[in-house]
């Protein structure tokens, strides 16, 4: 069973614009998200992450919000820009863990 | 700078031939992973080890084994390769410990299967 989701497979945003991609899990152990951008034919690349005793982590032109209580978190990115169109990718750990789950990714297309 | 390292970008195999992908490390980890991308499914884990000789399946182990001899090399064998096997394998690295940390990927191998 899925515990991290993102349930947009797919979005298209202005160059300039803020694009949102969200991602919701199940399991409440978990205390660590990450997000990772991931190019055709390259491997996935870390973005940013949040601890789960934060709700907001900044990072540039990123930002990751955590809402522990819906059990959700969601990437802004402002403004958008071509070169971020790509596959993004949420994932999430718990303390101690040596595994990371991902899923299933959102593809997100700027268009200039 | 970290580097995780995938023996090949590009591979085409036959069905029923074992195939072995290789992964490197150079950042002294102790936690290496299997991943393969699939269109819609994400990134499913298929091994991971946590140590030398030590390994854990992931979500879909069937069809493949691995091997883990030394720290810095994780390997990933098809025993008799099918077209079902057709994917982007990912080899990543994490340091061990508390979970907080990120896992750092190497470049893919896109393997197919004919």
């Known amino acids: 069973d899925q515990q991290v989701k993102q349930n947009s497979p797919s979005l298209s945003v202005q160059e300039g614009r803020i694009s949102i991609l969200n991602c919701d899990y199940t399991n409440s152990m978990f205390d660590y998200f990450l997000w990772y951008k991931k190019y055709p034919a390259e491997g996935p690349t870390f973005l940013i992450s949040i601890s789960s005793i934060k709700d907001k982590n900044e990072d540039g032109r990123f930002t990751v919000f955590l809402n522990k209580s819906a059990k959700h978190l969601s990437l802004h990115i402002v403004p958008s820009q071509p070169g971020d169109s790509a596959v993004y990718f949420c994932a999430a750990s718990d303390a101690g863990a040596n595994n990371l789950f991902f899923g299933t990714g959102t593809r997100l297309t700027v268009i200039p | 700078d970290v580097k995780v390292t995938q023996s090949s970008r590009y591979l085409v195999k036959r069905t029923g031939e074992k195939v072995f992908l290789e992964c490197v490390q150079d950042?002294?980890?102790?936690?290496m992973f299997w991943y393969r991308q699939d269109p819609g499914l994400g990134l499913r884990l298929i091994y991971f080890?946590?140590?030398?000789?030590?390994?854990e399946k992931g979500d879909i182990p069937e069809g493949y084994s691995v091997s883990r001899e030394k720290k810095e090399r994780f390997s990933l064998i098809l025993e008799s390769a099918s077209t079902n096997q057709t994917s982007m394998y990912l080899c990543a690295s994490k340091d061990l410990g508390r979970g907080n940390t990120e896992a750092f990927f190497g470049q893919g191998t896109r393997l197919t299967v004919v």
């Open positions: 950042m002294d980890h102790e936690n």
């Open positions: 080890s946590y140590d030398v000789k030590m390994k």
